[in-house]
């Protein structure tokens, strides 16, 4: 992977082990060569990766769309910024720049960015990895419901699968870098036999 698009929070919790894992991360892609793909802020958890990055001597690209500038405000120091209309079109842009996906804590807009990109997995759009950085156990829930949708049958094991996490981000790098999925339509067929 060369770029790996990060989804994250615009807000900081304060925790210590979430700075560590963004500070171990940051060091992970630098040293790998690997390019920042992100939301284009400066704040929360944005904007500490993407300083974690640019201090360690990487690169930090970008996305925001105009209406979130003053909002969000975007990072002054990027090695490229990209300024869009609308939401979609920062989202797609993102997708289009990175070999991967990496969801770290963040709150609801951070959900809607994981949850598209699997989708997207799913029903074959795009066959990039799509990793959780599960820090201090914050993702377990979540982690969890998608266990709870396959014990339901509205999730077939195989598509629970494709959600790769780890707490430790040289671990989740690896499965990243190792993951591979055949996307041969299998969701669009005998969708009541899970």
Same mark, same amino acid.
């Given at each position: 992977m060369?770029?790996?698009?990060? /989804?994250?929070?615009a807000? /900081?919790?304060?925790?210590?082990l979430?700075?560590?894992?963004?500070?171990?991360?940051?060091e992970?892609?630098?040293?790998?060569?690997i390019?920042?793909?992100?939301?284009?802020?400066?704040? $929360?958890?944005?904007?500490?990766?993407?300083?974690?990055?640019?201090?360690? $001597? $990487?690169?930090?690209?970008?996305?925001?769309?105009? /209406?979130?500038?003053?909002?969000?405000?975007?990072?002054?120091?990027?090695?490229?910024?990209?300024?869009?209309?609308?939401?979609?079109?920062?989202?797609?842009?993102?997708?289009?720049?990175?070999?991967g996906?990496?969801?770290m804590? $963040?709150?609801?807009?951070?959900?809607?960015? /994981?949850f598209?990109?699997?989708?997207?997995?799913?029903?074959?759009?795009?066959?990039?990895?799509?990793?959780?950085l599960?820090?201090?156990?914050?993702?377990?829930?979540?982690?969890?419901?998608?266990?709870?949708?396959?014990?339901q049958?509205?999730?077939?094991?195989?598509?629970?699968?494709?959600?790769?996490?780890?707490?430790?981000?040289?671990?989740?790098?690896?499965?990243?870098?190792?993951?591979?999925?055949?996307?041969?339509?299998?969701?669009?067929?005998?969708?009541?036999?899970?």
């Amino acid at each position: 992977m060369k770029n790996i698009c990060i /989804f994250c929070g615009a807000n /900081f919790s304060g925790d210590p082990l979430l700075e560590q894992a963004i500070n171990q991360l940051a060091e992970i892609m630098v040293n790998n060569n690997i390019v920042l793909i992100f939301g284009g802020g400066k704040v $929360g958890v944005m904007g500490m990766i993407a300083d974690a990055i640019l201090n360690k $001597g $990487g690169k930090a690209i970008g996305v925001i769309p105009q /209406f979130l500038m003053t909002n969000e405000i975007a990072h002054p120091n990027l090695t490229e910024l990209h300024v869009v209309e609308t939401m979609h079109q920062r989202k797609q842009l993102m997708s289009d720049l990175c070999d991967g996906f990496i969801t770290m804590p $963040g709150g609801l807009g951070t959900m809607e960015e /994981f949850f598209e990109v699997l989708t997207w997995l799913q029903l074959g759009l795009h066959n990039r990895p799509v990793g959780i950085l599960n820090v201090n156990g914050f993702y377990d829930l979540l982690l969890k419901q998608l266990d709870v949708m396959v014990e339901q049958h509205f999730l077939k094991p195989v598509n629970r699968q494709l959600v790769l996490s780890s707490d430790d981000p040289i671990e989740l790098i690896s499965l990243m870098n190792n993951f591979k999925v055949d996307n041969d339509g299998a969701w669009f067929r005998d969708r009541n036999l899970i």
